[in-house]
């Protein structure tokens, strides 16, 4: 597909889980960096995680540190973000984002590529 695209959105109670998905899309080739980030109503688009190429480096916002956990499968062009006890202020749209290279990306939205359409996580309280 010509653009990334995320799943596994939804509603869920505070203190549940979500699993997020993102199939990279075609135009990603080679050695890629990839992120999660979410944005809520009126709100800046805000960091996440991110990982690197071979899925040995990752790095999270202070706000999740514990909770969530980036993971990927080269094989399947795929990114994962595993939440757990998830919290009110976790609601927004989540995003993936590619960027070429191997190492781990930054926090900045500026220095990626390609996002994807976005997922929509809502945690009520």
């Known amino acids: 597909q010509e653009q990334s695209v995320e799943s596994g959105g939804g509603l869920v109670q505070a203190g549940g889980s979500l699993r997020l998905s993102c199939a990279a899309s075609?135009?990603?080739?080679?050695?890629?960096?990839m992120g999660w980030f979410r944005q809520a109503p009126g709100l800046e688009r805000e960091f996440v995680a991110a990982?690197?190429?071979?899925?040995?480096?990752?790095m999270y916002a202070d706000s999740v540190k514990g909770r969530f956990t980036i993971s990927r499968d080269n094989a399947k062009n795929t990114m994962y973000l595993q939440m757990n006890s998830l919290k009110p202020e976790a609601t927004g749209v989540y995003y993936c984002?590619?960027?070429?290279?191997?190492?781990?990306?930054?926090?900045?939205?500026?220095?990626?590529?390609?996002w994807g359409q976005g997922t929509q996580v809502t945690v009520s309280s």
């Open positions: 984002a590619t960027a070429r290279g191997y190492g781990l990306g930054s926090r900045s939205p500026l220095t990626y590529d390609d």
């Open positions: 075609s135009r990603t080739a080679g050695i890629y960096r």
């Open positions: 990982i690197n190429w071979s899925g040995d480096s990752t």
